[in-house]
Structure formats: structure tokens, C-alpha cells
């Protein structure tokens, strides 16, 4: 079975400073896909990163960034210069042979 | 713009009685999923459809059912709701859904939220 945890339920950062979001997983495939995804309050789940699990480089889209530890099967978020519209609950996903299995979330505040 | 529609936005339904929630692409995606999200809660997979091949997720009860007549919609039924029923249900489409591709990656819908009363 894939599993997916977040330890962290909620985080806070101040504007402009960045973050780091923790997930670890487990799965006995030796190729899957590794996503964050951003629900805001209210608002529909988006993609914010994906990472392939044989690309040894970690993937970045603007202000995100990932480490991806492959032995360690970590995969953390950070968020560089974060903004109020970061505000949201922060998803960690994995598919391998099976469909999507999230962590149980980390909900982030941004303080202005 | 394409996109993942789900009708309607907030549903109330009375204990027992059935409903059936609403889900549309126009992304011409050949899976689609629907998912069950309680509060705080991660969301957790019913079932999907590949195409027109149904898959039932193990723990998905009897309660609930669905339907895809076509590429572009896919319903939820629950037969007969119960308090415990009472959740974000979001509808997802991804182009494909194995492992072996880069398009795997799920567009989801705005959810439907239910209430049971």
C-alpha cells in the first residue's frame, strides 16, 4: 500500500519570508509521481508542483521549489517570498500504480 | 476556458433520501474521478472511470454509485444518504492515468458540497 504523511497540520510564515512544507511516503514501486497540490478556502484544488520520481533534479515552478530525497522518500515544499494569496491547505499526493493517495494536509497561514 | 464544472455548488438533501451530484469537462479527458473530502480531511477516492471501465475503490460503500454516459459528464449517487454522507464531493479528470505517462495529473472541479439533513 502507498502511504503519504504530512506531520505538519498547520504552519504560519510571515509575508515575504520563506517556508517549508514536510511529507514523507511510502510506496514499494520504483516509479511513481510526487505532486503538491493547494486547496485555498473555498476555492478548487489546483497543482502547484510535480515531481518524477526518476528525475533526480528537484522541480521548481517560480516561487516553488522542491527536495525530493528519493532514499529517504521525502518530499518537501518550500515556498520562497510568500505571499497572502499562499494562504491555503497544502496537499502532498503520490501515484504510482494506483490513483492519487494524499497526505492529510498542512494548512498554511501567511501573516501580513 | 477548459475546465472541470460540477453542478450544483452546494446540494441539501433529507436523511434517506437519494441524490445525485453533476460533473462535466471540456477537457476531453479520458479519466475522471470522484472523490469524498470531509472537513480538515484529506480528500479520499470513490471511484474512477477509465473511459467507460469502472473502478471501485475497495472501501467505497454500496451506498454510493455512478455513472459516466459519456466522455464529458460522470454522476455520483448516493442512494440513500446518511449523516455521515455529509462532505466536499470533488469530481477530478486527468488524460490518463498511468504511471508511465507525464499525463497523469488531475484537474479537479470546484466541489459539490452536501448537507444531509
Known amino acids: 500500500a502507498q502511504t503519504v504523511t504530512q506531520s505538519q497540520p498547520e504552519m504560519s510564515v510571515q509575508e515575504a519570508e520563506t517556508v517549508t512544507l514536510s511529507c514523507t511516503y511510502d510506496?514499494?514501486?520504483?516509479?511513481?509521481?510526487l505532486f503538491w497540490y493547494k486547496q485555498p478556502p473555498s476555492r478548487q484544488m489546483i497543482l502547484v508542483i510535480r515531481?518524477?520520481?526518476?528525475?533526480?533534479q528537484n522541480a521548481t515552478e517560480n516561487r516553488f521549489s522542491v527536495n525530493f530525497q528519493k532514499a529517504a522518500k521525502s518530499f518537501s515544499l518550500k515556498i520562497s517570498d510568500s505571499q497572502l494569496g499562499d494562504a491555503a491547505m497544502y496537499f502532498c499526493?503520490?501515484?504510482?500504480?494506483?490513483?492519487?493517495?494524499f497526505g492529510k494536509g498542512t494548512r498554511l497561514s501567511v501573516i501580513a | 476556458d477548459a475546465m472541470v464544472i460540477q453542478n450544483p455548488r452546494y446540494q441539501v438533501t433529507q436523511f434517506g433520501k437519494p441524490v445525485t451530484l453533476s460533473c462535466s469537462q471540456t477537457?476531453?479527458?479520458?479519466?475522471m474521478y470522484w472523490y469524498q473530502q470531509k472537513s480538515s480531511q484529506a480528500p479520499k477516492l470513490l471511484f474512477h472511470?477509465?473511459?467507460?471501465?469502472?473502478?471501485n475503490e475497495a472501501d467505497t460503500p454500496d451506498n454510493f454509485q455512478s455513472r459516466r454516459p459519456n466522455t464529458s459528464f460522470c454522476f455520483l449517487d448516493i442512494r440513500s444518504p446518511g449523516l455521515g454522507d455529509a462532505a466536499m464531493y470533488l469530481c477530478?479528470?486527468?488524460?490518463?492515468?498511468?504511471?508511465?505517462?507525464?499525463?497523469?495529473?488531475?484537474?479537479f472541479g470546484p466541489g459539490t458540497r452536501l448537507t444531509v439533513l
Open positions: 499526493a503520490l501515484t504510482g500504480n494506483t490513483p492519487l493517495v
Open positions: 515531481q518524477e520520481a526518476y528525475k533526480q
Open positions: 477530478a479528470t486527468s488524460r490518463d492515468s498511468s504511471r508511465w505517462v507525464a499525463d497523469n495529473e488531475q484537474f
Open positions: 477537457l476531453n479527458h479520458n479519466v
Open positions: 510506496t514499494s514501486e520504483s516509479d511513481y509521481y
Open positions: 472511470y477509465y473511459d467507460k471501465d469502472f473502478n
